[in-house]
């Protein structure tokens, strides 16, 4: 299996907390009882996702973003996000991120793409921290859906919660496929 993309950026243009789930939700998602669920996928954030709580949904300036449900860790040391997008050829976080997305959505004449591709990324957050992601992307129909768990200040190891939530959030979206 193969899992791309991750990196999130909380730039957002639309955000909900969930406490304005009743009042509106951003373009592409509906307000339900169980969260906030994408009307293409039909995924939906749960309120609980491997441990994590659900906070907001956004649709921020990304054109391929359609759209991210943030889970904060039950302290600094860890949030997670759920992600829904285009697909755009060659365009991504890094170079083994349009790898993967390239082979779930054009896979090689006679074979199947994969369930889903997976990737462990260290990075440097704003703050000067140091993380690791781990993200799961898997194709539902036309668009493509990342599960993405951040450990801060790991020493590049991936905390149990982090996986807990990636390992949750696939299985979801396995659902929907």
Avoid at 6 to 32: D, Y
Avoid at 126 to 142: E, Q
Wanted: with cysteine; hydrophobic share 35%.
């Amino acid at each position: 299996m193969k899992r791309t993309i991750i990196t999130a950026s909380m730039f957002a243009t639309v955000m909900l907390s969930s406490h304005a789930l009743a009042e509106t939700a951003p373009r592409g998602w509906v307000t339900t009882g169980d969260g906030p669920k994408h009307e293409v996928t039909g995924l939906v954030c749960p309120k609980e996702l491997g441990g994590f709580e659900y906070a907001t949904v956004a649709v921020d300036g990304d054109a391929a973003m359609l759209g991210r449900c943030h889970y904060p860790g039950n302290g600094p040391e860890s949030e997670a996000w759920l992600r829904v997008r285009e697909y755009h050829k060659g365009s991504g976080e890094s170079g083994k991120a349009v790898q993967i997305d390239e082979t779930l959505m054009n896979p090689k004449p006679g074979e199947d793409a994969p369930a889903a591709g997976w990737r462990v990324t260290p990075g440097t957050a704003s703050d000067g921290r140091n993380y690791s992601d781990m993200v799961i992307t898997s194709r539902v129909g036309d668009l493509l859906v990342d599960c993405i768990g951040r450990s801060y200040d790991s020493g590049g190891k991936t905390d149990e919660a982090v996986m807990e939530f990636v390992t949750e959030c696939s299985d979801l979206v396995d659902e929907a496929r």
